[in-house]
């Protein structure tokens, strides 16, 4: 038996050594954490976007990660160079006809990746594995718009991608043993440990954490405490690293948002109803970090100038 493990352990890396390059459809946030990881782990990469000039923004802020990582003398000048080189911008889904495992990283709305999915399934090969990193959509409802179930799986990494070393690995109804093992084997080589997960909303993190997140809201909506306090009291009381609201301007509102709303359409469970509050800052445009005001206030850096001391208005 334990022959056998060792020689398909060994297969699947072959296979992983032998992946041209990588596609990456997305260049936000989460896509450039995984172009960036996927680079300095030896792959080449191409990173597509609505547009040319989108993705290669996201390369660029690509870029400035590594050069962070060479200011603090985590990473060599050599090797930031090295990485940069294997990540190209492109602008359709027409440049990922020669990559064997390409992975979603498009915001989370249903609509659009059930047609991304469908785009994927025709612009590449009959044999590439098509991974979401969604973070609640059905990865079962997203391969049954292709024309290769077997070969659509959930690669749903944490944010940011570069620091956090969870991804959840989602396996739909028709997902296959070689695309898991495969799939696992990569999120490995990228340096990450990896969980399993069933294929129902929210799969594991995000249906504990999501009610975690709206119900912060939900204190701040009904005046339990500032957004100081809340953010305070998790911090301190339950010894969480970063206070929930402060979380949920760096994961973004709106995504937020849609994974509750997921939650509490696909579940019919009043407990993930999406926080009033929660629905208003996205309505009014303040989705955290990313657009300069949440729960907080973010200079052009991203770091936080003030927060908005109870619900919504500035103190």
Same mark, same amino acid.
């Given at each position: 038996?334990?022959?056998?493990?060792?020689?398909?352990?060994?297969?699947?890396?072959?296979?992983?050594?032998?992946?041209?390059?990588?596609?990456?459809?997305?260049?936000?946030?989460?896509?450039?954490?995984?172009?960036?990881?996927?680079?300095?782990?030896?792959?080449?990469?191409?990173?597509?976007?609505?547009?040319?000039?989108?993705?290669?923004?996201?390369?660029?802020?690509?870029?400035?990660?590594?050069?962070?990582?060479?200011?603090?003398?985590?990473?060599?000048?050599?090797?930031?160079?090295?990485?940069?080189?294997?990540?190209?911008?492109?602008?359709?889904?027409?440049?990922?006809?020669?990559?064997?495992?390409?992975?979603?990283?498009?915001?989370?709305?249903? !609509?659009?990746?059930? *047609?991304?999915?469908?785009? +994927? &399934? @025709?612009?590449?090969?009959?044999?590439? %594995?098509? $991974?979401?990193?969604?973070?609640?959509?059905?990865?079962?409802?997203?391969?049954?718009?292709?024309?290769?179930?077997?070969?659509?799986?959930?690669?749903?990494?944490?944010?940011?991608?570069?620091?956090?070393?969870?991804?959840?690995?989602?396996?739909?109804?028709?997902?296959? !043993?070689?695309?898991? *093992?495969?799939?696992?084997? +990569? &999120? @490995?080589?990228?340096?990450?440990?990896? %969980?399993? $997960?069933?294929?129902?909303?929210?799969?594991?993190?995000?249906?504990?954490?999501?009610?975690?997140?709206?119900?912060?809201?939900?204190?701040?909506?009904?005046?339990?405490?500032?957004?100081?306090?809340?953010?305070?009291?998790?911090?301190?009381?339950?010894?969480?690293?970063?206070?929930?609201?402060?979380?949920?301007?760096?994961?973004?509102?709106?995504?937020?948002?849609?994974?509750?709303?997921?939650?509490?359409?696909?579940?019919?469970?009043?407990?993930?109803?999406?926080?009033?509050?929660?629905?208003?800052?996205?309505?009014?445009?303040?989705?955290?970090?990313?657009?300069?005001?949440?729960?907080?206030?973010?200079?052009?850096?991203?770091?936080?100038?003030?927060?908005?001391?109870?619900?919504?208005?500035?103190?």
């Amino acid at each position: 038996m334990t022959t056998v493990t060792t020689k398909a352990a060994k297969t699947t890396m072959d296979a992983i050594g032998q992946i041209g390059p990588l596609g990456v459809v997305g260049a936000g946030q989460m896509g450039r954490g995984i172009a960036q990881v996927a680079a300095q782990a030896g792959h080449d990469v191409i990173v597509v976007d609505a547009s040319a000039a989108l993705a290669e923004k996201g390369v660029e802020r690509i870029g400035r990660s590594l050069d962070r990582l060479v200011s603090k003398e985590k990473m060599s000048a050599h090797a930031r160079d090295e990485a940069m080189g294997r990540i190209q911008a492109r602008g359709g889904l027409e440049e990922l006809g020669r990559c064997d495992f390409v992975i979603e990283a498009a915001p989370e709305r249903e !609509d659009l990746k059930l *047609e991304l999915f469908a785009n +994927l &399934a @025709r612009a590449t090969r009959p044999g590439a %594995i098509l $991974a979401s990193n969604t973070s609640s959509i059905s990865i079962t409802k997203l391969a049954s718009r292709t024309d290769r179930p077997e070969r659509v799986i959930g690669m749903h990494f944490m944010n940011p991608v570069p620091v956090m070393k969870l991804v959840e690995v989602v396996r739909g109804l028709a997902t296959g !043993d070689d695309t898991y *093992e495969t799939t696992v084997a +990569l &999120a @490995r080589q990228f340096g990450k440990v990896t %969980i399993a $997960a069933r294929d129902i909303p929210g799969f594991i993190v995000n249906r504990v954490l999501i009610p975690l997140l709206n119900e912060a809201c939900y204190a701040l909506y009904e005046g339990l405490g500032t957004v100081e306090d809340i953010d305070t009291g998790v911090r301190l009381g339950l010894n969480h690293p970063m206070g929930p609201l402060e979380l949920s301007d760096l994961i973004g509102l709106d995504t937020c948002l849609a994974i509750a709303n997921v939650l509490h359409e696909e579940l019919g469970d009043d407990k993930y109803r999406p926080c009033p509050l929660l629905r208003q800052h996205v309505a009014a445009g303040w989705l955290g970090v990313k657009s300069g005001r949440g729960f907080y206030i973010y200079d052009a850096q991203g770091n936080k100038a003030s927060s908005t001391g109870t619900a919504g208005r500035v103190r």
